[in-house]
């Protein structure tokens, strides 16, 4: 049962724009939502971070929303430049889930110069 | 050293071997996590090590699956009598206790393709 959703698989997005990613969960009890990004032949790498007492978290160009009534999180990137082009991954766990974070399946973000 | 380093980085075995697979995380990181990407799918947990001692063994798929770790470093993940569904990236993953919301550092996997 896939507790973590994304449900685009790719993105394509000008230079310069925003980029939108967003992220659905369905379980009530989690508290912390992380969002990594991945380049080809490497490891996910940490971007940000939000714990379910905020809404909004932000860190220079990416800035996380968490919506708890709707199980929803998104992830803005402005402006949206060429290196940004990854695979992003959301991320989600709870002091009730046990120690592991669940992923999503990936959003495949493409910034065209 | 300075990342989380995997060993090795690809891996091609004939169905019914058995592979282990390295991890190194960074030295001082207490909790070491072992996760697989399948094609087309998300990460799926496998393993938490705090320290030597696994708390956490829920996600192994099966009891070909195993994994240890010593001197609170490297960690080993062992499938045996491999199959074809077990063909994924196998990713380590190392953190300091409590620092959930600092993410893990991941290594770069191991690409284990079962033939």
């Known amino acids: 049962d896939q507790q973590v959703k994304q449900n685009s698989p790719s993105l394509s997005v000008q230079e310069g724009r925003i980029s939108i990613l967003n992220c659905d969960y369905t379980?009530?009890?989690?508290?912390?939502f992380l969002w990594y990004k991945k380049y080809p032949a490497e490891g996910p790498t940490f971007l940000i971070s939000?714990?379910?007492?905020?809404d909004k978290n932000e860190d220079g160009r990416f800035t996380v929303f968490l919506n708890k009534s709707a199980k929803h999180l998104s992830l803005h990137i402005v402006p949206s430049q060429p290196g940004d082009s990854a695979v992003y991954f959301c991320?989600?766990?709870?002091?009730?889930?046990?120690?592991?974070?669940?992923f999503g399946t990936g959003t495949s973000l493409t910034v065209i110069p | 050293g300075a990342g989380v380093s995997q060993s090795p980085s690809n891996k091609v075995t004939e169905k019914g071997k058995d592979v282990e697979l390295r991890c190194d995380p960074i030295?001082?990181?207490?909790?070491l996590y072992w996760y697989r990407q399948r094609l087309g799918q998300g990460l799926e947990f496998l393993i938490y090590?705090?320290?030597?001692?696994?708390?956490?063994k829920s996600g192994l798929p099966s009891d070909r699956f195993s994994a240890e770790r010593t001197g609170e470093s490297v960690s080993t993940l062992t499938i045996q009598r491999t199959q074809q569904e077990d063909s994924a990236v196998y990713l380590c993953?190392?953190?300091?206790?409590?620092?959930?919301?600092?993410?893990?550092?991941f290594g770069s996997g191991t690409r284990l393709t079962v033939v």
């Open positions: 379980n009530s009890m989690f508290d912390y």
């Open positions: 993953a190392s953190s300091l206790s409590g620092g959930v919301l600092r993410g893990y550092t």
């Open positions: 991320a989600a766990s709870g002091i009730s889930t046990g120690n592991q974070f669940y």
């Open positions: 090590f705090q320290g030597n001692s696994a708390p956490d």
């Open positions: 939000i714990s379910s007492i905020k």
């Open positions: 030295s001082g990181h207490t909790a």
